[in-house]
């Protein structure tokens, strides 16, 4: 069983930053891929960005790359989102999730923080 808690949520200017952690309980987080997922307003949930075991393979959705970066600390059981040059198209509630599916770990789900980027 894993626990899962964002944070770093808000409200951010178009053009800005934000940096979401992801908090784990559990001894085995270390064992599961991450990831984060988003679901926008009146849309369908959307695989971010994942993360493997070891931190050294991730996969970003397409219109994504090179803005936003996945890691992992598994030594303080945390997964971050570094999101950099927001839109406010990447208005949504931002999920963590953990599983073994390296591609698609949706086993455990947090309860999402919300991020709003204004124009």
């Known amino acids: 069983q894993v626990q899962l808690e964002e944070s770093g949520g808000g409200l951010v200017q178009a053009g800005g930053s934000l940096r979401l952690s992801c908090a784990a309980s559990g001894r085995t987080f270390s064992t599961y891929a991450m990831g984060w997922f988003r679901r926008a307003p009146g849309k369908e949930r959307e695989r971010v960005a994942t993360i493997n075991w070891s931190g050294d393979d991730t996969y970003y959705a397409d219109s994504l790359k090179g803005r936003f970066t996945i890691s992992r600390d598994n030594a303080k059981n945390t997964v971050y989102l570094q999101m950099t040059s927001l839109k406010p198209e990447d208005t949504a509630v931002y999920y963590c999730?953990?599983?073994?599916?390296?591609?698609?770990?949706?086993?455990?789900w947090g309860k999402g923080t919300q991020v709003t980027v204004s124009s």
């Open positions: 999730a953990a599983g073994r599916d390296e591609r698609y770990p949706a086993e455990y």
